[in-house]
C-alpha cells in the first residue's frame, strides 16, 4: 500500500498499518516538564531555595560578628600598645591598627553583599545563584581565616559549604532560570 510521495505536502501521511514508528518515521513531539507545552518553572520557592537563603543569612550574621570582634579589639588597640616606646613601635602599631580597620570594612562588605542576596532570592534571575555561589566561595576563605581565632569562623566555613551546595542542586537552578512575565 502506497501513502504517495513522501515530499508532497497534499499527500496522505501516515503510517501503514502494521509498522512501528522508528528511522524515518516521525517520533511523538518531547514530553515538556511542566503543563500547558511551555516550560514556566515553579510556582513557589522550592525548599533548597529556601534553605540556601537562610544559610546566606547565617553567613551574614557570622560577618557581623566578626566585625564586631574586630571592632572590640580595634577600640581596646591603644589600650594594648600604651606601654610601647619608640617611633618604630609606635609605627608598627598604627599599621596593626590599619590592618584590624581593614578586617572590619572587609567583615562589613561581606555582611552587606550577603544580605543583598538573599534579599534578591525571591526574585532575582539566575546571576543571583551564581553570585549565591561565589559569596559562598568566599565565605568559605573568610571561615578558613577566622577558624583559629573563634568558633565563628567553624560555623561560617560549614554552613558557606551547604550555601554552595544547596545553591548549586538542580531545583534552585530551574527556580533562578523559570521565565518572569
Same mark, same amino acid.
Not at 588597640?77 to 590592618?99: C, M, P, R, Y
Not at 534579599?119 to 577566622?146: E, P, Q
Given at each position: 500500500?502506497?501513502?504517495?510521495? $513522501?515530499?508532497?505536502?497534499?499527500?496522505?501521511?501516515?503510517? $501503514?498499518?502494521?509498522?512501528? $514508528?522508528?528511522?524515518?518515521?516521525?517520533?511523538?513531539?518531547?514530553?515538556?516538564?511542566?503543563?500547558?507545552?511551555?516550560?514556566?518553572?515553579?510556582? *513557589?520557592?522550592?525548599?533548597?531555595?529556601?534553605? /540556601?537563603?537562610?544559610? %546566606?543569612?547565617? =553567613?551574614?550574621?557570622?560577618?557581623? #560578628?566578626?566585625?564586631?570582634?574586630?571592632?572590640?579589639?580595634?577600640?581596646?588597640?591603644? *589600650?594594648?600598645?600604651?606601654? %610601647?616606646?619608640?617611633?618604630?613601635?609606635?609605627?608598627?602599631?598604627?599599621?596593626?591598627?590599619?590592618? =584590624?580597620?581593614?578586617?572590619?570594612? %572587609?567583615?562589613?562588605?561581606?555582611?552587606?553583599?550577603?544580605? /543583598?542576596?538573599?534579599?534578591?532570592?525571591?526574585?532575582?534571575?539566575?546571576?543571583?545563584?551564581?553570585?549565591? =555561589?561565589?559569596?559562598?566561595?568566599?565565605?568559605?576563605?573568610?571561615?578558613?581565616?577566622?577558624?583559629?581565632?573563634?568558633?565563628?569562623?567553624?560555623?561560617?566555613?560549614? =554552613?558557606? #559549604?551547604?550555601?554552595?551546595?544547596?545553591?548549586?542542586?538542580?531545583?534552585? /537552578? *530551574?527556580?533562578?532560570?523559570?521565565?518572569?512575565?
Amino acid at each position: 500500500m502506497s501513502f504517495g510521495d $513522501p515530499n508532497n505536502p497534499y499527500a496522505q501521511q501516515g503510517q $501503514p498499518q502494521g509498522q512501528q $514508528p522508528g528511522y524515518g518515521y516521525p517520533q511523538a513531539p518531547p514530553v515538556q516538564p511542566y503543563g500547558g507545552g511551555y516550560p514556566t518553572g515553579p510556582v *513557589e520557592i522550592p525548599s533548597a531555595v529556601k534553605t /540556601a537563603r537562610i544559610f %546566606l543569612y547565617i =553567613i551574614v550574621v557570622c560577618h557581623v #560578628i566578626v566585625a564586631a570582634i574586630y571592632g572590640a579589639a580595634f577600640a581596646s588597640f591603644d *589600650e594594648n600598645t600604651a606601654e %610601647l616606646s619608640g617611633t618604630d613601635a609606635q609605627a608598627f602599631a598604627d599599621i596593626g591598627k590599619g590592618v =584590624i580597620g581593614f578586617f572590619i570594612g %572587609l567583615a562589613v562588605v561581606f555582611a552587606a553583599l550577603g544580605l /543583598a542576596l538573599a534579599l534578591k532570592y525571591a526574585s532575582g534571575g539566575n546571576g543571583v545563584r551564581v553570585c549565591a =555561589i561565589v559569596y559562598g566561595s568566599f565565605a568559605i576563605i573568610s571561615g578558613i581565616f577566622t577558624i583559629l581565632a573563634w568558633g565563628v569562623g567553624l560555623v561560617t566555613l560549614i =554552613i558557606a #559549604i551547604l550555601l554552595i551546595v544547596f545553591a548549586a542542586k538542580r531545583d534552585s /537552578a *530551574e527556580w533562578f532560570k523559570r521565565p518572569r512575565h
